[in-house]
């Protein structure tokens, strides 16, 4: 078979990826009859394994996977700063995998196993639980240590770094009804993900708390696709403040708002999440959570290489601090 991987070989010996690399790697860990069948597969197949991948048992170079969905996003260029600055410390390699919405996730974690990667990080915060289970299934199956970067699951034994986003979407939206805002929209995404699920979710708890009545608007993410879902929003809605999910959009429905002739902030108060550059970008700027993306990144790669070596690690679920950013968006000043 004309470039045989290393899943093609467990499929046709019937082992786990696991099992063949310890074949390739540590032989004298495997059982003969198991070692016997599997060399005979990779004969037959004419699987070549990489050699640098051979060479991770020894830990004469060590690679690590970063799992993104895209690649050119503010906050996933600052995560990654923090996690090669970390990689260039310990001499370890990275290689970037993207998952795209239209490909199958299943697939390419398929692919990823087969790389026979020392550890993985896993950067794409546009996950479900159900999602993060099936990425959670297949990594522990084939004994690849991984931690997820900026993704929130409720799974307790899934090693993650992120912040108290239920926390943050309270505070941004307590912050707007102190200011005697009353009509404050969520501007969040069409597709379901977790960590906008806990946006949503602490938005919900503070609109609840003070009697007013939640509403989110879904979209997307992409600028080119919300500026047509937002170009009618004026026309038949009361707003006096709105939250965007994600800075981008939250810049994009503020840029609409004042083509219709709505003063920020004024009239509308806008904030967004993660604090990238369109915050300060943006006429006027914008007030945002600010996410230490950079920390998220670094303190993720740390806490990946005590897994990847076996040790033992008190907390694998780490919550970093974030805070508000007050600018010209909105005009409450109460939090810094």
């Not at 990826?17 to 495997?30: D, F, G, I, Q, Y």
């Not at 047509?228 to 403040?241: M, N, R, S």
């Not at 999440?273 to 950079?294: C, E, G, H, M, W």
């Amino acid at each position: 078979m004309a470039n045989a991987t290393i899943y093609d070989v467990a499929g046709a010996a019937g082992v786990s990826l696991a099992t063949v690399s310890r074949v390739l790697n540590n032989p004298e860990k495997v059982k003969e009859e198991t070692r016997l069948r599997v060399l005979k597969v990779i004969k037959e197949l004419g699987y070549r394994p990489n050699v640098i991948a051979r060479g991770l048992a020894s830990r004469r170079t060590t690679t690590v996977g970063i799992v993104i969905s895209d690649v050119t996003r503010a906050s996933v260029a600052e995560m990654l700063g923090g996690i090669s600055d970390i990689a260039y410390n310990y001499k370890y390699s990275i290689k970037l995998f993207s998952i795209r919405e239209d490909m199958d996730a299943s697939e390419i974690f398929k692919d990823i196993v087969a790389e026979q990667l020392d550890g993985i990080l896993y950067l794409n915060d546009e996950l479900s639980e159900k999602d993060v289970e099936q990425m959670r299934s297949v990594f522990t199956d084939n004994q690849i240590p991984f931690v997820l970067a900026n993704v929130v699951s409720d799974n307790e034994t899934v090693p993650m770094v992120t912040i108290d986003y239920e926390k943050a979407g309270y505070e941004i939206t307590k912050s707007m009804i102190d200011d005697h805002r009353k009509n404050i929209y969520f501007l969040s995404t069409a597709r379901r993900y977790s960590v906008n699920d806990q946006k949503e979710a602490g938005y919900t708890r503070a609109m609840e708390e003070a009697g007013l009545e939640p509403k989110i608007f879904r979209t997307s993410g992409d600028t080119h696709v919300n500026r047509q879902h937002f170009a009618t929003f004026f026309e038949d809605k009361k707003i006096d403040a709105a939250i965007g999910a994600r800075d981008s959009i939250a810049v994009s429905f503020m840029n609409i708002a004042l083509d219709n002739n709505v003063r920020v902030p004024e009239d509308l108060a806008v904030a967004g999440f993660q604090n990238t550059k369109y915050a300060l970008l943006s006429r006027p700027n914008l007030t945002s959570i600010d996410i230490p993306v950079y920390d998220i990144g670094a303190v993720s790669m740390r806490l990946l290489t005590k897994l990847m070596s076996s040790k033992s690690v008190e907390n694998i679920r780490i919550v970093l601090p974030h805070y508000v950013q007050v600018r010209q968006s909105t005009r409450n000043n109460s939090i810094d």
